[in-house]
């Protein structure tokens, strides 16, 4: 998904394998051509009000937040407290670094206290994880880890059968068990990452902050997932555009919304082949890629719920995965197969109307 907004410019871009290497603590990756951060703006609309807003890097991708708000001062320091938020959340659910409850949980299989938001994104998780028949599985860590090992470094060296066949056995939500406060593994070996709903509670959470502060008009957009709340310009709803697959400006479908959330799961973010058979999002059954979508955005009432389904309709494959949306209130869909062919949910016009 891509925010519109008739007051941006163009700014210079960053190669995807030099913005990998400033960012990505949360491994969630970013596209090539993606806008380097630029500091924040204040602009003055009209009589009432100013439009503050920021380009920052963070959370493995490339965030902005637009505010709208009659005080440009109390603007920018709620702009500045709803960054340190996500920056103090991307510390909490860092795989990477050795000291982080996650990284002790991988490591150790046990957790005795996890951190309360981490604990949310955990049953959250293993909730999807039972709704959509396991195709939304956070232990996919040991594929996705072998994966990043074979292809570093440019290598080309494909998977064995037999290697993706014994760490499939580990691949299963329902061997996370979270009883509290405390996380445990049934099986030694297994791992988690929490990269396709991990960035859209944290832009929940960053949003929530903002409302406290009184900001009831604001867009945040962390790479694609994109939470927005009241108004833009002109008492009007905000505009977003979904991302064209093939980077040709040709956006497949552009929608407005007041309060809400749109995530968007595409295989042409991070990929680890030059064929593009080889992505970040994996069908947890088969260890591998799915291969018959390109893109698909879910509308949903929070972006953690957005981003987790976009992951699992991705995974399901177009039909399945629109049926399914069509199954739950509240949710819509579009999905752009390998084809080119884009299919709605049922209720998708007017969840963009």
Partial sequence: ??????????????????????????????????????????????QKNYKVSETRLAMGTIVSMT???????????????????????????NRFAGSTAISVLNKDGRLADAP???????????????????????????????????????????????????????????????????????RPGMGITLDGI???????????????????NHLINAGGDIRTAGSALEEKPWTVAVQDPKKKNEYPDIIHIRDGAIATSGNYEVFYDREKMFHHIVNPRTGLSPALSTSVSVIAKTTMDADALSTSVFVMDPEPGTRFINSLPDCHSLVIDRSGRILKSHNWKSAAA
Avoid: C, W
């Avoid at 960053?14 to 602009?43: D, I, T």
């Avoid at 999807?128 to 080309?156: C, M, N, S, W």
């Fill in 116 to 186: 309360p938001e981490m604990q949310r994104v955990l049953e959250r998780s293993l909730y999807f994880h039972k709704i959509t028949g396991g195709a939304f599985d956070i232990t996919v860590k040991p594929v996705v880890d072998l994966f990043q090992a074979k292809y570093e470094k440019g290598r080309v060296i494909e998977p064995k059968e037999s290697e993706l066949r014994g760490l499939i056995e580990l691949v299963n939500g329902a061997n996370v068990e979270v009883s509290g406060r405390s996380v445990s593994f049934k």
């Fill in 1 to 46: 998904m891509k925010s519109l907004d008739r007051f941006s410019r163009e700014d210079r871009l960053v190669g995807r394998r030099a913005f990998l290497k400033m960012s990505g603590l949360l491994g969630l990756g970013a596209a090539s051509g993606l806008l380097l951060p630029k500091a924040a703006e204040a602009l003055k609309l009209d």
């Fill in 67 to 93: 505010l709208i708000h009659p005080s440009k001062d109390q603007a920018e320091e709620a702009l500045g407290l709803a960054f340190e938020e996500i920056e103090r959340l991307t510390a909490v659910m």
């Fill in 198 to 216: 991990a960035k859209g509670y944290i832009v929940d959470r960053a949003s929530e902050l903002l409302s406290k502060r009184k900001i009831s």
